[in-house]
Nanobody, 122 residues
Framework: QVQLVESGGGLVQAGGSLRLSCAAS????????MGWFRQAPGKEREFVAG????????FYGDSVKGRFTISRDNAKNTVYLQMSSLRPEDTAVYYC???????????????WGQGTQVTVSS
């Protein structure tokens, strides 16, 4: 079965950096666009970043543009999210997801990981 396993979350001070990883198995990774979403307590799930199958196209939610970078390594079946200049409002559970098409909407994504907690202290 398809598995997406996130790692790399943790506690970091404001202004710091973290890199999240998501290892995929059970699917043809290079056939799927990948995305990162996040959900803070009491808030709706929010699109963070997306990347095309080849990695040639990336796009970001407005709140993270210029601070976060999504990348992928198709040889390793892994997608990454490099997060810099972190703010307390970035605190959330971060999820990776896989989709056959590229887009912002969570409804496009067929497979989801279990999430990893990122906490940014002020």
């Amino acid at each position: 079965q398809v598995q997406l396993v996130e790692s790399g979350g943790g506690l970091v001070q404001a202004g710091g950096s973290l890199r999240l990883s998501c290892a995929a198995s059970g699917l043809t990774f290079s056939d799927h666009a990948m995305g990162w979403f996040r959900q803070a307590p009491g808030k709706e799930r929010e699109f963070v970043a997306g990347i095309s199958r080849s990695g040639g196209t990336t796009f970001y939610g407005d709140s993270v543009k210029g601070r976060f970078t999504i990348s992928r390594d198709n040889a390793k079946n892994t997608v990454y999210l490099q997060m810099s200049s972190l703010r307390p409002e970035d605190t959330a559970v971060y999820y990776c997801a896989a989709a056959r098409g590229l887009g912002y909407s969570a409804t496009l994504y067929n497979y989801w990981g279990q999430g990893t907690q990122v906490t940014v202290s002020s």
